[in-house]
């Protein structure tokens, strides 16, 4: 058993709905009990779809368990069938249903209905929602590309053409991430097959082969179908994930070389603010600024490479949640010269932020309950997140203006320049004081007495205590920097096995550390 | 307004009505959705649902933006392991529960809180918590009962977990004067305008179940009489009457109508008189009438459909249609408990259409062949059926709002004519 305060996925049959609610013509058929239609409200609610997801729940009962829970397995799916009438079927089992295993592949084979069925084989215990997703992605491409339908060898001047794979329902910022890359691909002059699984109907899927290569938005949920594409019809994928400006420009380098098209233009033309914002001096003092990357691997990597090489921010810490992705993650960890944190733990994620004191976190909805709790500045970058983060307005985290609305997201809870040295000279102030949230964000309140970092402390503190003078001096380090000049004093002084810390400690350590 | 309910022979209103019971997917929620206010409502009681990620899924996604502050439930999620064999589980659980406390000493009442995967594998958490409330106590007490989605639904939660509480109740002493207990989670302020409005009559003591804290437990006993506050509580009220205590049968304290009657049948049974009922409640039921009065405008004439939800159906109903002049069209209702519901069924319109149970696909049949000005039903259903040009009030809100009592009834009307006023205002 885990003890679970917020998990970061759910269930992998909730990955499995992402990809119905994400396609056309398609209905899935999940054996649940009552109760986990609260799913649906992710759909309608979160993201505010207009329509019910395409999910018929069978929503067995107490009773039901005594009498024939597979017959109401075949009701619900026979049911669904003729009501909804679609192209496709998926049928398979939430965490409750597996247990009682009434094999609803089997079951649904026995009904014999004219349209193709995919019955998902979802372990609930072990896996989670991304990867219940991929897996179901992968088995509606394997099961429904028709292997006929391959693309001839390119005649010369002939437009190349790819697939987009990788949007789904509930994917964090996956609709407008979609506009902005088909918007790139449509500018390098290449045509667009088949995207999927956002919009794709089961034709569609049938077509996957008609294309000269795949990008692969997001791996957590494409890649595993992209490389049966690969086996199957030779399709090569992209391998590089557009976010950041650096990356979206080896994005086009890669999509370029593929396709056989000359990128120059469009690298000219390129929509990118960003590289210019961070160059301005009113940027300066970002840099080297502390900060702490967690989320899905694919979203971890990307902002860990934002942060270092076009933010100038130092990466203090990084990690994910994203088992399946956990090499991809350490490798990136090993650039920035950290260990990688990989864990769905929420208290392990907390701990490991309390002792780094960044100045500020990157990740998803429950860094940002960590961050408020030790009164760290954050920003979401990947999923999950909640109904803020499927915003009205277009925010691509991908191309060119993806990077110019990640450098207004992150640097947004950071206090201002101006601010930070003022507040840096005078202390004691009743409203600009150390203690304050930034002013532009209307915090004049001093935050709550539990918000100040000070967990690190118990680590190095136990032999160690701290003068009076040393203590008043300390208060006067503005407080997102505080947090780390506490603990490196203490490390300091504890290295020295000095048991009392005092102004002098307090400066040597300073002095030690910024060698 | 008589405070006397007038309950003839002849079974008025809806008491013998047919009721529509059907079987089909159920759009509801299952009970480990009480923990989300039952976690506010008992300050130093901490939630651990034992089940699957689904649990954890759910309980997060339906706490919305609460989730920023330290909640006080948790999940003890079921892994493969546990899976393998009971007798792990069990120390699994143990370490669990164990390393929970170690991080929240402030908790005096742990739930242990069954669900769905947990029910299936027959793990027997009745027995760990007796084990866990041996090892931890005096200062944790550690109960448990089922949230699951099999077993109940939604509201049923906070049912389970009250009727788990009753048998740790003390016992009142022998021969003690006769007390009143008001049994249903409240909002704070409700709770205080009862607590007034009981004292202004003479009724006391009156004891509130559940307590804001652990430590305050009222006592039980045959001296005991209890008034309902809630209609979902069958399992609570069967409790509390093998312990001897009466319920005293009285519609729901929803609206000026439904709120007189609840007080007045507490009222009788403490022998209070008719005159000095009058003369406490009567100013409360005037400004209550007049702020209504501003809210049946906007409501009076308008066609209503209630899908299932949280027992609340019916109670709302009557309120609706007899102080506000709505017209009902179908009240669905998850479960339908004739006894609790009796008082209230003899004040629904003749002929209203009552369903209990669903199949949501007919029943989505049904309300859009109706076309109803608004619909009540669950978030899930909200949206769409806004993008059908349908207008609704989603029903979770109802459970998380002070709604009770004379003070509450105009904002009780408020939350169903709001939706209709914003159609109106944003066709403009």
């Known amino acids: ?515 | 307004m008589s405070p006397v309910i007038p309950i003839r022979a002849d079974t008025p209103g809806c008491v013998d009505a047919p009721v529509l019971r059907e079987r089909g997917q159920r759009e509801v929620f299952c009970g480990l959705t009480g923990i989300i206010w039952l976690h506010r409502k008992i300050q130093d009681a901490f939630f651990l649902v034992v089940g699957s990620r689904t649990c954890a899924h759910l309980i997060q996604s339906a706490a919305g933006v609460m989730i920023f502050a330290e909640p006080r439930f948790a999940t003890a999620i079921i892994d493969e392991r546990d899976l393998a064999g009971l007798a792990d589980c069990n120390e699994e659980l143990d370490r669990v529960v164990s390393r929970l406390i170690e991080r929240r000493p402030e908790i005096k009442l742990l739930f242990l809180v069954g669900s769905c995967p947990s029910e299936v594998i027959k793990l027997d958490l009745s027995r760990a918590a007796q084990r866990l409330s041996g090892r931890f106590s005096p200062e944790v007490r550690v109960l448990n009962y089922s949230g699951s989605g099999i077993e109940t639904t939604f509201t049923q939660g906070e049912d389970a977990c009250l009727a788990s509480l009753v048998p740790v109740l003390p016992a009142s002493a022998q021969g003690a004067p006769t007390e009143l207990m008001v049994v249903g989670a409240l909002a704070d302020v409700v709770e205080d305008q009862f607590a007034r409005m009981f004292q202004q009559l003479g009724i006391g003591p009156v004891r509130f179940f559940p307590p804001r804290r652990a430590t305050q437990m009222p006592a039980v006993g045959p001296n005991t009489r209890f008034l309902l506050a809630q209609p979902f509580l069958a399992d609570t009220a069967l409790a509390l009457e093998a312990r001897g205590a009466q319920r005293l049968p009285a519609p729901f304290p929803l609206g000026v109508e439904g709120t007189t009657a609840w007080l007045s049948a507490a009222a009788r049974a403490f022998g209070v008189s008719p005159a000095k009922f009058d003369a406490v409640t009567q100013p409360a039921r005037e400004r209550a009438a007049s702020a209504l009065a501003r809210q049946r405008v906007q409501l009076e004439g308008k066609r209503i459909f209630f899908f299932p939800d949280s027992q609340l159906e019916i109670p709302l109903a009557r309120f609706l249609s007899r102080e506000l002049g709505m017209q009902l069209t179908e009240v669905g209702t998850p479960y339908l408990h004739r006894t609790h519901m009796a008082e209230e069924l003899a004040l629904l319109p003749a002929g209203t259409f009552l369903s209990e149970g669903q199949h949501v696909d007919k029943q989505l049949d049904r309300c859009r062949a109706e076309r109803p000005d608004l619909v009540v039903c669950g978030l899930g259903l909200a949206n769409p059926l806004e993008a059908e040009g349908m207008t609704t009030k989603w029903a979770i809100e109802l459970v998380f709002t002070p709604i009770q009592g004379y003070e509450q009834a105009a904002d009780l009307a408020e939350l169903f004519s709001r939706p209709l006023v914003r159609r109106m205002r944003l066709a403009a």
């Open chain 1, 1 to 515: 058993m885990q003890l679970t305060l917020w998990t970061y996925e759910g269930p992998p049959h909730v990955g499995a709905m992402r990809i119905a609610t994400a396609m056309k013509d398609v209905h899935y058929v999940l054996h649940a009990p009552q109760g986990d239609t609260y799913a649906d409200l992710l759909f309608t609610m979160i993201e505010r779809d207009a329509k019910r997801p395409p999910v018929t729940y069978t929503t067995f009962q107490a009773r039901d368990l005594g009498g024939d829970t597979a017959q109401l397995f075949k009701d619900a799916a026979r049911e669904a069938f003729e009501r909804f009438n679609p192209k496709a079927m998926m049928v398979g089992s939430s965490c409750t249903a597996e247990l009682i295993q009434d094999d609803p592949g089997g079951l649904c084979k026995a009904l014999d209905l004219p349209v193709p069925v995919v019955a998902l084989e979802l372990p609930s215990y072990q896996r989670k929602e991304n990867w219940g997703a991929a897996e179901t992605f992968y088995q509606m491409v394997r099961q429904l590309a028709d292997p006929q339908v391959k693309r001839a060898p390119r005649e010369s001047g002939q437009r190349a053409r790819c697939n987009i794979l990788g949007p789904a329902a509930l994917g964090f910022r996956h609709r407008d991430d979609l506009r902005e890359i088909s918007g790139l691909l449509r500018d390098l002059g290449i045509d667009i097959n088949v995207t999927a699984p956002l919009g794709a109907s089961p034709s569609d899927l049938a077509r996957l082969g008609d294309a000269d290569f795949n990008v692969v938005l997001y791996p957590e949920i494409a890649s595993i179908a992209a490389g049966w594409l690969t086996r199957t019809f030779g399709q090569p994928s992209t391998r590089t994930v557009p976010i950041g400006s650096g990356a979206t420009r080896d994005f086009i380098a890669e999509v370029a070389a593929l396709a056989g098209v000359d990128a120059t233009a469009v690298l000219a033309d390129a929509n990118a603010r960003a590289p210019w914002y961070a160059k301005s001096v009113d940027s300066t003092y970002l840099t080297s600024k502390r900060v702490f990357v967690f989320g899905d691997a694919t979203h971890v990597v990307a902002a860990a490479r934002i942060a270092a090489t076009e933010m100038g921010f130092t990466v203090v810490g990084l990690g994910t949640y994203s088992r399946e992705f956990a090499r991809e993650v350490r490798d990136a960890a090993k650039l920035y010269g950290v260990d990688a944190l990989v864990s769905d733990d929420y208290l392990e994620v907390e701990a490991r932020i309390a002792e780094l004191q960044p100045e500020l976190v990157l990740g998803s909805q429950m860094e940002r309950h960590i961050a408020k709790r030790l009164g760290i500045p954050c920003a979401v970058i990947s999923a999950p997140v909640h109904v803020q983060d499927f915003p009205a307005r277009y925010s691509p985290q991908m191309g060119f203006e993806g990077a110019n609305v990640l450098f207004d997201t992150w640097v947004h809870p950071l206090m201002m320049g101006l601010e930070e040295h003022l507040i840096g000279m005078f202390r004691g102030d009743a409203e600009f004081h150390e203690d304050a949230a930034p002013s532009h964000l209307g915090g004049s309140h001093k935050p709550a007495p539990a918000a100040t970092p000070q967990p690190a402390a118990v680590s190095a503190a136990a032999e160690t205590t701290w003068g009076i003078e040393a203590e008043k001096e300390l208060r006067k380090i503005p407080f997102f920097v505080r947090g780390k000049a506490r603990r490196n004093t203490e490390l300091y002084a504890r290295d020295k096995g000095l048991p009392v810390i005092t102004l002098e400690t307090l400066y040597d350590a300073k002095a030690h550390f910024s060698r």
